[in-house]
């Protein structure tokens, strides 16, 4: 009995399972396992693009404990666990209605439904590109450019055709 109670208290650290955290979708009521560290804007992503059509999507993710006030994640904010009885959440358009919005902060009135990074769709980079229109502005100023390269250039000319006559007025005063 004393032997197995040893064994339990010396668990070398490596045989430990990777730490991860739990967050509720309180859409949807499924529970998603991240990593812990990872990014609040990539979990947000990946629990919107899971949520069906017509279900309020995730706004931001916060850690809630009853009695204590609510600690919000930003975009860029890692998860992280705050410990005994804290638990992470999802935030939905629903929850955050017209009475958030009353305080000194302004509502949130677009968010992004999926928020795309070219390091994780590495597999699917876009090949097209977008270009601007072609106004008549901008076809004026290339027309300008070209009339003060050519300005330019007449300039050079007459000054590299009157060198040798510049040069022997230099060396005769001399």
Same mark, same amino acid.
């Given at each position: 009995?004393?032997?197995?109670? @040893?064994?339990?208290?010396?668990?070398? =650290?490596?045989?430990?399972?990777?730490?991860?955290?739990?967050?509720?979708?309180? /859409? +949807?009521?499924?529970?998603?396992?991240?990593?812990?560290? &990872?990014?609040?804007? *990539?979990?947000? $992503?990946?629990?919107?693009?899971?949520?069906?059509?017509?279900? =309020?999507?995730?706004?931001?993710?916060?850690?809630?404990?009853?009695?204590?006030? =609510?600690? #919000?994640? #930003?975009?860029? +904010?890692?998860?992280?666990?705050?410990?005994?009885?804290?638990?992470?959440? %999802?935030? %939905?358009?629903?929850?955050?209605?017209?009475?958030?919005?009353? #305080?000194?902060?302004?509502?949130?009135?677009? @968010?992004?439904?999926?928020?795309? $990074?070219?390091?994780?769709? %590495?597999?699917?980079? /876009? &090949? +097209?590109?977008?270009?601007?229109?072609? &106004?008549?502005?901008?076809?004026?100023?290339?027309?300008?450019?070209?009339? *003060?390269?050519?300005?330019? #250039?007449?300039?050079? &000319?007459? *000054?590299?055709? /009157?060198?040798?006559?510049?040069?022997?007025?230099? %060396? /005769?005063?001399?």
């Amino acid at each position: 009995m004393a032997q197995e109670e @040893i064994e339990k208290n010396i668990v070398p =650290p490596l045989c430990r399972p990777p730490p991860f955290l739990e967050v509720l979708c309180k /859409s +949807s009521g499924i529970v998603r396992r991240f990593a812990a560290g &990872t990014e609040a804007v *990539f979990a947000l $992503s990946l629990i919107n693009r899971k949520l069906g059509p017509g279900v =309020p999507l995730a706004l931001h993710i916060e850690a809630i404990k009853e009695g204590e006030e =609510p600690v #919000g994640f #930003g975009p860029n +904010s890692l998860l992280v666990d705050y410990g005994e009885g804290w638990r992470l959440q %999802t935030v %939905t358009e629903a929850e955050e209605g017209p009475e958030m919005g009353r #305080g000194s902060l302004p509502a949130l009135k677009q @968010i992004p439904t999926v928020i795309r $990074s070219e390091r994780l769709d %590495t597999a699917k980079q /876009s &090949t +097209s590109v977008s270009t601007p229109p072609i &106004t008549l502005l901008y076809i004026g100023k290339i027309f300008l450019a070209f009339i *003060f390269i050519f300005i330019l #250039g007449a300039i050079l &000319t007459l *000054f590299l055709e /009157s060198l040798p006559r510049l040069i022997l007025i230099i %060396t /005769s005063f001399m």
